[in-house]
């Protein structure tokens, strides 16, 4: 079977987890650290605190940021829940902006109308707005944080399918447009932790709140504390925190897989170029990029064409599942969920993510995907529309 995707684990990672667990430390030691500096310099950040996944991420970075119950959040439809629920999480309200029909991200043109829409009626404007970089391709964060400013609104960029990807030239997790940027490190990811995430971000109060609040909301910093003349086992809670702590095993294959991280991206690209050239004449709609954006391909995402193919989604990803073909769906929109039908969101309430999702399949999508299994796709494809 041909999985739409999997972890890439080579013997110098496994090499470097032994090495963790022959260590003095498997929490709370010197590995995390160092795997927090080495992804920071990676993407240009000056700050990042990793985590136990990137839900976790999502939600500190939410916390760091004073979101609060009260207040609001914006994101889209089309993501995977941790992107809406770590304002629930919070005790915020959540509400959505649509994406756009030709690049899969939040549309700035809906997010405008929407926010001037709410100023002239409610008034209520979100505190915060998470945009989502879908399939490793970046939203246009320029025209979004522009907007985002003349609201004085806070920017999360869940870029959790994002690792490696470039916007404008300029590595995502920069934050150049935003306050934060979020990345997963789960097995179906571009590099693994094998569950795990990181935030990244140029604001050193920022990165401070997540750090404490990421363990138990608590310092052990003198500077931070109410007794400035700490005994050296003394630490203080100034936060109400949670247990999100990466630990060193998983710190010790982020930092082997961050060895290769150039070559993950760079087979990706190379399998996203072969399916453009492949696939070209189906009826399908291939995803497509910005002149001066790089995708590093998490998902390589296509659309069925309604309009010249006679085939649904659902017969398509059953017939390659037949020949051994594992294809998936991303996403279910998060609105459409019972769980945020029961709060008042309906279908039909944001039709392009509907849309979307009705025609998406992500096909086999990673490092260990040979030339000769994705000749299984292509040839599978062809022969299901003849």
Not at 101 to 111: E, F, I
Not at 155 to 176: L, M, N, Q
Not at 256 to 271: D, P
Not at 292 to 308: C, G, K, N, T, V
């Amino acid at each position: 079977m041909i999985q739409y995707a999997r972890q890439n684990i080579v013997q110098s990672d496994i090499d470097a987890v032994v090495e963790a667990l022959k260590s003095d430390f498997l929490t709370q030691g010197p590995i995390v650290p160092r795997f927090e500096q080495a992804f920071a310099n990676r993407v240009a950040a000056s700050y990042a605190v990793a985590t136990n996944s990137a839900t976790s991420s999502l939600h500190i970075a939410c916390l760091a940021l004073g979101l609060c119950p009260g207040d609001l959040l914006w994101t889209v439809p089309n993501s995977f829940v941790a992107s809406a629920n770590c304002a629930l999480l919070c005790g915020a309200d959540v509400d959505f902006v649509d994406i756009e029909s030709n690049h899969y991200c939040m549309d700035p043109a809906a997010l405008e109308h929407k926010l001037i829409a709410a100023s002239s009626s409610s008034g209520r404007l979100p505190k915060v707005i998470v945009v989502v970089h879908y399939s490793g391709r970046s939203a246009n964060m320029e025209a979004i944080s522009e907007i985002a400013a003349r609201y004085e609104i806070k920017i999360i960029e869940d870029a959790a399918h994002a690792t490696g990807s470039f916007y404008r030239e300029h590595p995502i997790g920069s934050c150049r447009f935003s306050d934060i940027t979020v990345f997963s490190f789960h097995p179906v990811k571009v590099m693994t932790t094998g569950e795990g995430g990181i935030a990244l971000t140029n604001d050193q109060e920022v990165a401070s709140r997540m750090s404490r609040i990421r363990t138990h909301g608590i310092t052990r910093d003198a500077n931070e504390m109410v007794n400035q003349n700490p005994l050296p086992w003394e630490f203080e809670q100034i936060d109400l925190g949670f247990n999100y702590r990466m630990t060193e095993l998983q710190a010790a294959l982020g930092l082997s897989q961050l060895e290769r991280l150039e070559s993950f991206v760079a087979r990706r690209r190379q399998l996203a170029r072969q399916y453009d050239n492949q696939l070209k004449e189906l009826p399908l709609i291939l995803p497509n990029l910005e002149p001066l954006d790089e995708s590093a391909w998490h998902l390589y995402p296509i659309l069925i064409d309604s309009q010249r193919s006679k085939l649904s989604r659902a017969q398509i990803y059953f017939s390659l599942l037949e020949r051994g073909i594992k294809a998936n769906t991303h996403f279910i929109p998060i609105h459409t969920h019972p769980y945020y039908q029961r709060m008042g969101f309906k279908i039909g309430d944001f039709p392009i993510s509907e849309w979307f999702y009705a025609n998406e399949l992500s096909l086999p999508m990673y490092f260990d995907l040979s030339d000769d299994e994705q000749k299984l796709v292509f040839d599978a494809l062809k022969k299901i529309y003849e």
